[in-house]
C-alpha cells in the first residue's frame, strides 16, 4: 500500500530533505517517525530534494510498507505528528496508486521567496526570511519578472556545475509582492533548474538596486550564469506547492 503525505516544516534546523551523511535530513526524520507509527520498515519518497535551510508550505512524499493500512487514513497525520518534532508537521494523507511517484507524477510547482526589506531584524521572521535593507522597488521588480513567464532556455538561471542538460522550462507565473516591509516574489513553472529560483531571486534583487542595466530576455538569451545575479539565500525560500493532475 502506498500512502501521500502533505508535509509543512521549516527547514533551519535541517541539511534539506534527502538524507545527508553530515546532518539530520526532512527525510530521515520523517521515515523515522513513520516507521514507528506503522510499526515496520518503510520506503520514503519525496517529490523534492531541497536546499539546507529551505522551507516548505506544501511538500509532498510517499511511504510504502507492508503496513501502511493499518491506520485509518484519516488519523495518519495525528499520528504521525505526535512522533515528529514541532518544525514539522504531517497536514494530510491519501492513498494513491502503486504507480504514483511524488516527483514524477508532478505536472509543476510554485515556489515563494520572502525578503523583510529591513535594517532591524524581526525575531518572529528570523531564519525564515532573507532580510535585506535595499528599499526594493517592487514595482519594477514585478515588470521584470514578468519577463520570466513563458518556455525558455533557463541555463543562465542553473547553479555553475550542474550536470543537467535539459535546461528548457515554462514559467506559467512569476510575480512581486508588497505588504509593509515583506516582499513575496512567487514562481511557478512545469519544472524548476538547480538553484533557479534563488538567481531567479538575486537577479530581480539587482534589477531593483540598478546593478544590473539590461533587460532579463537578454540574460535568458545568453545561457550565461555571469550574466545573471547572485544565488539568494535558503532561508527565504518556501516550496509553496506542487501540482498533481488527480
Partial sequence: MKLLLELSFLGTNYCGFQVQ?????IQKTVQAAAEQAFGCSLKLTGCSRTDSGVHARSFYCTVEGERCGCLPTERVPEILNHF???????RSARVVDDSFHPRYSAAGKEYHYLILDSRIRDPFLEGRVYRSAGNFDT??????????????????FMAAGSSVTDTVRTVSMCRVKREGELITIAIAAD??????????VGTLIDFSCERINFPISEIIASRDRT????????????LWDVFYNM
Fill in 21 to 25: 551523511p553530515n546532518g539530520v535530513s
Fill in 84 to 90: 515528529l518534532p514541532d518544525d514539522i508537521a504531517v
Fill in 139 to 156: 514595482t519594477y521588480m514585478d515588470y521584470a519578472a514578468e519577463q520570466f513567464v513563458g518556455r525558455h532556455d533557463f541555463a543562465a
Fill in 191 to 200: 519544472g524548476f533548474l538547480y538553484n533557479m529560483v534563488r538567481i531567479i
Fill in 227 to 238: 550574466k545573471a545575479g547572485f544565488t539568494a539565500p535558503p532561508e527565504g525560500l518556501y
